[in-house]
């Protein structure tokens, strides 16, 4: 039986709610600290009632001491009825959790009639408040469903307490640390603003940065472990030359999550960092080695110039190796040192791309000493760059052109190259620098998975944790290819993961993830391309092709996926039913807090932007606090923003839709299909005035009962083959349509 979230869980959630919302004050209070702060504004009036009233309650003092500004709290009732004289340097904010409630839209009504902006505060921006207010915040309450409100007062109480500290910084009435040292919670990590090291001296420098006293509570201080650049507290050694600013580095400090009530009270106030710097012993300038007034650092030596012999210059980093050898007497006398500046770069104009290929292209470039940009003129220089082993259909272009391929020995002439597939090389003759650019076949990421998890597989728990794109393969090999069985086990996302380099094979978890939690933990799956029907034995297409068993999806999202997988000649096989997110399930099904934006997916039917096909008309599939938003589908029939199609069994629906966003959804027909053309406008939900769907256009192919629904298609009702319109959803056939005709 599915439990139901009570008070006392709204309580146990409190904490964590807390926790995340102090580590994310400044993102979490910006809205409204830049209203304030750039407003000009000197008192502050908030207008709530019940738990929100309650809430600015606990806050006000936090905020009169802290902002030192007068704090009043009105009731909506009141506000709207009389009492609502406020001036031109208080800021007004409407205060309702839900953001639908009628009184606070009416004090919104007074604000506007007053010419002055509105500003609202709530847990849902997308609310009917949302809308009205020319600014509007979250205070991170998410959703509570019970009467008695409790994590709504305390997350409201903690908002503008952190809005008081961020304000109070930003204006000056607090210094950044002062502001820190009333923020400290176990368990959070605070950022000190960015520290710059600069050379105001006319010589060459080499330093390193030390964290070298803490000043405030020792007592606090044992229960904060601090990093400069996420590392160790001693910055590794720096360069500078005379006049130059170095680079940012930052300064955070970690709460210990044991820290306990006897660090309350406890404060820090400042923290004493020291530079340790000397002169650099490399120098280089017009007169000769030894420090002098004129004396600059020189470019990175990564090549000192060879007068008699060739001079290689080398750039490593960690996803690509050029290495340049210039011909000796091919440089200009004066020039002593070399760097070598290599750079990713837009594809250039006139190479093509298709959709099955990946491409590299780089931008090189060779400076001097000083700086400035260095030519060989017209010297043939030797180049070696490394585009993958095992390249299939390889091009090279350099500027744009196609450059030959010399499939034995390198021709001494330019733009000419050799492939070494077991190294992954390619060897170059050119006369300059330019994009250099790699075109290949596109291979799966099951070519290309990592040999081990970053984090060993927990088999006690049944957690598995993958934390890059190649331990990512790595699981979708082990299932898909190799058969393994990860039933029962929770799959865990620890970092973004950009799929753009290679192909995706959608994983095969029919029988092989079975009550399987895939949990992104917040983080974001890029770039993901499907292509073809890449497994027979898989019936629909996705990040995961199918699953026959129970399968939860939750905190994740995926952005800019491109899914194409249909058979036109074989509509009946493989590839005809596909969800960017999962293709086809047979079990109870659980999509929460799941967004896909910006992307697109190609099929014959039962295609939707999360979900292909909920296909057991036994069991439940579920969307909460879902988004689909600016997404494509291509597809004949049975389409949805959410699902493709969900069947419902004995005459009782089967799916849920719960906060859900469907917005910016475009639907197109195949190609072969003809003269249908539509649009329709959409009526906002009357059920709940959370779920909306906005700007729906496109073409469409309807033939009969088929239909295009905002959140999925139509219920298939077994026993008197009746279709019926998605829960809390939307349902559109095209008025006096034409049918399709195929070509």
């Known amino acids: 039986m599915e439990h139901k979230k009570t008070m006392l869980d709204y309580i146990a959630d409190c904490p964590e709610f807390i926790r995340n919302n102090v580590a994310d004050s400044a ?54 009825s009389s009492e609502n004289d406020f001036g031109e340097t208080d800021m007004v904010v409407v205060v309702s959790q839900s953001g639908y409630s009628l009184n606070a839209l009416d004090a919104i009504k007074v604000i506007e009639a007053k010419g002055r902006r509105c500003i609202g505060l709530t847990g849902d921006v997308n609310s009917d408040l949302g809308k009205v207010c020319d600014v509007v915040a979250n205070y991170g309450v998410g959703r509570e469903t019970v009467a008695y409100v409790t994590r709504g007062v305390t997350t409201l ?3 503008f307490m952190l809005f008081a500290v961020e304000a109070a910084v930003r204006l000056g009435i607090k210094t950044a640390a002062e502001g820190e040292a009333v923020l400290w919670e176990p368990g959070c990590t605070y950022e000190l603003p960015a520290v710059y090291v600069k050379n105001n001296g006319n010589l060459a420098l080499k330093y390193k940065v030390a964290i070298t006293g803490i000043n405030g509570s020792a007592k606090l201080n044992e229960v904060i472990d601090w990093t400069i650049n996420d590392a160790d507290i001693n910055l590794t050694e720096m360069q500078l030359k005379a006049g130059e600013e170095g680079a ?78 210039v011909p000796a007497g091919a440089l200009d006398e004066g020039v002593q040192s070399l760097k070598l500046e290599v750079v990713k770069s837009a594809t250039p104009a006139g190479v093509q791309v298709a959709s099955t290929e990946s491409s590299q292209s780089y931008e090189v470039t060779m400076k001097d000493q000083s700086g400035n940009a260095v030519s060989t003129n017209g010297t043939l220089m030797t180049v070696e760059m490394n585009v993958g082993k095992n390249r299939t259909a390889l091009k090279l272009y350099h500027d744009g052109e196609k450059m030959t391929n010399d499939s034995g020995t390198l021709t001494d002439a330019a733009d000419h190259y050799v492939y070494d597939a077991a190294t992954g090389y390619v060897t170059m003759k050119v006369s300059h620098f330019s994009p250099f650019t790699a075109v290949f076949a596109r291979d799966y990421w099951t070519d290309h998975a990592a040999d081990g998890y970053a984090t060993p ?34 799959l865990n996302l620890a970092n973004d993961v950009d799929l753009g380099e290679y192909l995706w094979k959608p994983i095969n978890g029919y029988n092989r993830l079975s009550g399987i939690v895939v949990n992104g933990n917040g983080h974001t799956i890029r770039n993901m391309k499907v292509r073809g029907c890449t497994n027979s034995s898989v019936y629909g297409a996705g990040f995961i092709g199918d699953i026959n068993g129970a399968v939860t999806v939750k905190n994740i999202a995926f952005d800019g996926a491109d899914v194409f997988f249909v058979n036109y000649a074989k509509p009946q096989f493989a590839g005809n039913v596909g969800g960017v997110v999962l ?80 917005e910016h959804i475009t639907v197109d027909y195949y190609e072969e299909c003809v003269d249908v053309q539509g649009k329709a406008t959409l009526k906002e939900n009357d059920k709940n005035g959370a779920d909306v769907i906005k700007e729906v256009s496109g073409k469409y192919w309807v033939n009969g009962g088929y239909y295009w629904g905002g959140y999925a298609d139509y219920y298939v009702s077994y026993g008197d083959s009746s279709y019926d319109a998605p829960v809390e959803g939307y349902s559109m056939r095209l008025a006096n349509s034409e049918y399709c005709v195929n070509k």
């Open 248 to 325: 940012a580095f930052t300064i955070k400090g970690h709460m210990q999550e044991s820290a306990g009530n006897d660090y309350m009270n406890e404060s820090i106030d400042g923290i004493a960092i020291t530079v340790v710097a000397t002169q650099n012993t490399v120098e280089s300038d017009s007169f000769n080695n030894t420090y002098d007034a004129n004396a600059t650092y020189p470019v990175v030596a990564v090549g000192d110039v060879n007068t008699d012999g060739d001079t290689v210059l080398k750039d490593k980093e960690e996803d690509h190796t050029i290495q340049v050898t």
């Open 457 to 490: 597989v927990d088999t006690a728990n049944k957690v598995v944790t993958v934390a890059s794109a190649e331990e990512l393969a790595l699981f979708a090999k082990e299932v898909t290819d190799d058969g393994k069985n990860y039933s029962g086990y929770t």
């Open 157 to 159: 109480a903690l908002f």
């Open 583 to 662: 293709g086809y399930t047979y079990g109870t099904t659980l999509f929460e807090n799941v967004s896909v934006t910006n992307s697109s997916i190609w099929g014959f039917g039962k295609i939707g932007i999360l979900l292909g096909m909920g296909a057991d008309p036994g069991v439940k599939v579920t969307f909460k606090d879902c988004v689909s938003k600016n997404n494509t589908i291509h597809a004949a029939y049975d389409m949805g923003g959410l699902a493709g199609m969900i069947q419902r069994g004995n005459g009782v629906d089967n799916a849920s839709v719960e906060n859900c966003t469907v």
């Open 27 to 80: 993102a979490l209070t910006k809205p409204l600290v830049d209203e304030y702060v750039n407003g000009g504004y000197k008192n502050i009036w908030i207008v709530a009632c019940g738990s929100s009233s309650n809430g600015s309650l606990c806050a006000r003092q936090f905020i009169r001491r802290h902002l030192k500004c007068e704090v009043k709290i009105v009731t909506p009732f009141h506000f709207v």
